[in-house]
Structures are given as C-alpha cells and as structure tokens.
C-alpha cells in the first residue's frame, strides 16, 4: 500500500535538536510519506541553516522572518537581509511574524513595529505571511485587518484560537494550520475549530522539534509525525487519512504558490 503523500507546513529541521540525527530524521519523513516540507527561519541565526536546508533537498522549501520573542534584536538591516532572500526561487513564505505575549523577550510596542513591518515588506515582495499568534489573537487580527494583510494571506501557524477569531482569519485570506495539540484527548477548542474550517483552508504541520503530537508527546517532535495530526485531523472531518493528506497538501501548494 503506498504511503499518502504529506505536507509539513511548519518545521525547524535546523534546530540544534537534530544536530545528531538529522538526515535520519528527514528519511523517516520520507518514509512515512512526507513529500514536501517548509523550514522556518525566524533570527540571524536559523535563517541561514533553513537556506541550506532548503537549497540541499528538493522537497524542502523556506520561509524566512523575524520571530517576535526576537523582535528587540532586528535591525534595520534585517529587514533588507529578508527582502533579498524573498527573490530566491525556495523563499515561498515570510515568517513565522506576529505577537508572542506569553514569552516576556521583547516589548509590545517593539514587537507591534516589526509585525507591521514584515506585512509591508510581504506586499511589497507579494509573498504570504506565516503568523505565529501566543496569547495575542486581538491584537494580531487588528494588526492584520490595519496593514491590509489580506492582499497576500497566509498561515495561523499552529491555530490555538477561538472559532471566532478563525473566521476573521478565514476572511482575510488565511489558511488555518493544525499541529500535535488537536491531536490531544483534552483538546476540545482545537478540534472543534478544525471541525468548522472549511476544507480548502485547511493544513497541517508538526511545528518539531516542538508541540509532539499523541502518542509521543513530551518526547522530541519530527516532520514523519505530520501522519498523526493528518490522522486526527481524518476522524475530526470524517475523512479518509488519504483524503486528507491529499486535501492538505493541494491546500499547502497553493498557499505558498508550489507548482
């Protein structure tokens, strides 16, 4: 029987947790089915080595940003440094921006600044976004809604909102991600958001090395777990694992424009 063929929208293969292991990782991703794949870069220091990633394997592509626990370390030569690499032929996505108020790293108005920014730069580029949303959902839509973000879209990466705050999403262009949490017993927002996404809006990822998905969480996350959410993902919409990954990955190409 051949494996579905899987998209992991969100990853850091790069991160120092697969410094031992991680051409073995990206094999078992294979393995399980995962033919495509997108590494974030989100500092001075993983924009780099997801560059390399995605340059050295086919079937893994980029998205490059400025992480807001990072905000209060960008420069203004950052911003440039991102413009540039969003004219490389792997660079599909400028991310994971947004607001991060559970982290204390970098203050609000600093992070408001760089959000605002980085949504500019991507209509300027005519790239999506890929928003990363901690404890912050009314202010990242009204950020979204001011700056226009809808003229690109995007992802809410690892959606942990209300079904409220999803439509608003929906209706400025974005794509709705799920990662190991919707795969929790006691995950009852998640899943009944997933339930009312409609199904050309829908993605997956694994977010690994963080946010391990059921039956391994608390151990160390990996792309090949992506089969688990897309599992969960099946039951919660009553389809076929196979539809499901088909649907998510045609959702994922055309997100983030992969012929």
Not at 94 to 109: A, R, V
Not at 173 to 181: K, T, V
Not at 240 to 249: D, F, G, K, P, R
């Amino acid at each position: 029987m051949t494996k579905p063929f899987l998209f992991d929208t969100h990853t850091h293969l790069d991160s120092y947790k697969f410094d031992e292991d991680r051409e073995a990782v990206i094999e078992r991703a294979r393995e399980a089915g995962v033919g495509l794949m997108v590494n974030i870069g989100f500092d001075r220091e993983t924009i780099p080595t997801t560059m390399a990633l995605a340059e050295k394997y086919d079937f893994i592509y980029a998205a490059v940003g400025w992480h807001p626990v990072e905000s209060i370390h960008m420069r203004p030569e950052d911003l440039g440094w991102i413009e540039e690499l969003c004219s490389h032929k792997k660079v599909v996505a400028i991310g994971e921006i947004g607001l991060d108020y559970h982290w204390d790293t970098s203050p609000k108005d600093v992070q408001h600044r760089v959000f605002r920014e980085q949504i500019r730069l991507a209509r300027k580029v005519g790239k999506p976004i890929v928003i990363h949303n901690r404890d912050a959902h009314e202010d990242v839509v009204k950020i979204l809604k001011e700056e226009n973000a809808a003229e690109v879209g995007g992802v809410m990466h690892c959606y942990s909102g209300s079904w409220e705050t999803a439509k608003q999403c929906l209706d400025m262009n974005f794509y709705i991600s799920f990662g190991g949490p919707v795969t929790y017993k006691n995950a009852r927002v998640p899943k009944e958001v997933l339930e009312r996404v409609p199904m050309d809006r829908l993605l997956i990822e694994t977010d690994s090395p963080y946010l391990t998905p059921h039956p391994f969480r608390g151990k160390r996350n990996e792309s090949s777990y992506v089969a688990f959410v897309a599992q969960a993902a099946a039951e919660i919409k009553g389809k076929t694992v196979e539809e499901m990954a088909q649907l998510t990955t045609e959702n994922g190409k055309k997100c983030f424009r992969i012929d």
